[in-house]
């Protein structure tokens, strides 16, 4: 007896630009040490935006090589405001780990 395939699932994933994928670059304190030290840069990047996709988005803005990308999706925050609480956004933050031969000059 032949099985049955259920239907493929329809696409839904959206496709996203290099320079809407990162969104802006996070120069702080801890940042500058990473990128000064370990070659690793950090930057605010789109929620629906996959590992592969920011790394293509790093080398096509930056020309540079990329080895390795680190994700995190970072919770918003309550903060007290004068009508009650509001809260803050969730993002999503990626760390980039350049090839020992690449940087990126921000300033």
Known sequence: MA??????PPETKIK???????????????GVH???????YAFEVHRMA???EI?????K?????VDKVCTQNRKGKFRRTR????????????????HEDHKIDFF
């Open 50 to 52: 996959t590992k592969p």
């Open 83 to 98: 009508n009650g609480l509001g809260r803050t956004s969730d993002w999503r933050r990626a760390i980039v780990h350049l």
């Open 34 to 40: 990473r990128a000064t030290r370990h070659n690793e």
């Open 55 to 59: 790394k293509a988005a790093v080398e």
């Open 61 to 65: 803005l930056f020309d540079v090589k």
């Open 3 to 8: 099985r049955i395939q259920p239907p493929a």
């Open 16 to 30: 996203l630009e290099p320079h809407q994928i990162l969104l802006r670059p996070l120069v702080t304190e801890k």
